[in-house]
């Protein structure tokens, strides 16, 4: 089958010395890609240059990008092409649109104008005891994946911080709903480390528990072999 | 001779999933390592998880640390001990105090009271179209060096962007006399990419040139040479 996998996290430029960033290793798309790979699916890879990458093999092709409009770009680009996407990548929720001092947003009766604003510095001065930054929306990109392509098989991942086990199902629930996704990985990032990783695998009705990125990755193969491509 | 060098870029923590982060490979930093472990000096290198490295060696001792925070708590404890600092780390201007959504702060009559809040949640909820970041200016590290240690040597770094070169060695000379530097490395973002790295070590009357990475450094150990210490 021809796959397409995201890992790694993206990061949104403030200035040109500056960025936020997502933090992901990128180390569970490299085990999933893997896993993939060795199961004789073609795979494509997009990821960032710091995440960690499979080694090169015949079968799988590695697209790099920065910040959540490269990544738009290309996966509008791309997804028609394929019949699985496993979205693993941490993506930006926001991205900075101007940054100030706060005695400029003080002084002004509608904050709404810095939204059009844009520094033209190069590196913001650093100046100001405080500064406030403002930030706008992205795009879900995952909810775009079928308009862009009906047919594709949608595997998305919904990483939160110390909640409940059914406070964690019941999200990847409403996610599932909401982008069309065929299953949902659902992970709490207080039970992920080198040596675990819990995670569960939610569907409609149903969901499987993995203790570990390898048998995330298994489980995963192992789900996509049954689907109706 | 007991040197201290910094390099790579650190990270400020927004919340469990995001930080902002410095750009920094930590390039320059490895080979002025290297080239002072050649020229026979003992060099602590305090620098980040991410930043490339040296390889060890019997003078090498590696400190890393993640934000300003910790880079401050470090080198108030180990300045004392060396005789030059050639801190080229790219070091946080400010960390983040506080964010929220747009409507929050229009509602506010004083945004300092957002400076005195914390967000209490591990994930910041990504509801609001638009979200406000309060940032408060760290203590600069290099303008402390010499209250911890009056005798060390203190070569610091200043990176610009896009500006000329007059201006480059008057922002130089500036630092070097706030700071009471003996030299400042000062370079321009545009000047440098992988192959070349364009450096002016600016002293109080005097400046050299350097067109590379071991070009600095090997100026740097010369230099070095010189101190009386």
Redesign the interface.
């Known amino acids: 089958m021809k796959i397409l996998v995201t890992s790694g996290g993206t990061?949104e430029a403030?200035?040109?010395?500056?960025?936020?960033?997502?933090?992901s290793t990128g180390r569970l798309g490299k085990v999933i890609t893997e896993t993939l790979l060795k199961a004789g699916h073609q795979v494509c890879l997009v990821t960032t240059k710091?995440a960690l990458k499979p080694a090169p093999h015949s079968n799988l092709s590695i697209i790099e990008i920065k910040n959540t409009s490269d990544l738009l770009q290309e996966m509008q680009r791309i997804v028609p092409d394929y019949q699985v996407l496993i979205h693993s990548m941490?993506v930006?929720?926001?991205s900075p649109?101007y940054m100030t001092g706060?005695d400029q947003?003080?002084a002004s009766q509608d904050?709404?104008e810095f939204?059009h604003k844009k520094n033209m510095e190069?590196?913001i001065s650093?100046k100001?005891?405080?500064?406030?930054?403002?930030?706008?929306?992205n795009p879900k990109i995952i909810s775009l994946v079928k308009e862009w392509n009906p047919s594709i098989h949608l595997i998305g991942f919904k990483?939160?911080?110390?909640v409940t086990k059914e406070d964690l199902i019941q999200i990847a629930r409403e996610s599932l709903e909401k982008n069309q996704a065929d299953l949902i990985v659902a992970n709490d990032?207080t039970q992920i480390n080198v040596d675990q990783h819990l995670a569960y695998l939610v569907e409609e009705k149903d969901y499987q528990i993995a203790a570990s990125k390898q048998e995330i990755a298994d489980l995963l193969v192992e789900r996509i072999q049954g689907f109706d491509c």
């Open positions: 990061s403030i200035d040109r010395v500056r960025s936020i960033t997502n933090h710091q941490a930006s929720d926001y649109v706060l947003v003080q904050l709404s939204l190069t590196k650093s100001d005891e405080v500064q406030v930054l403002f930030l706008k929306k990483l939160l911080v110390d990032l």
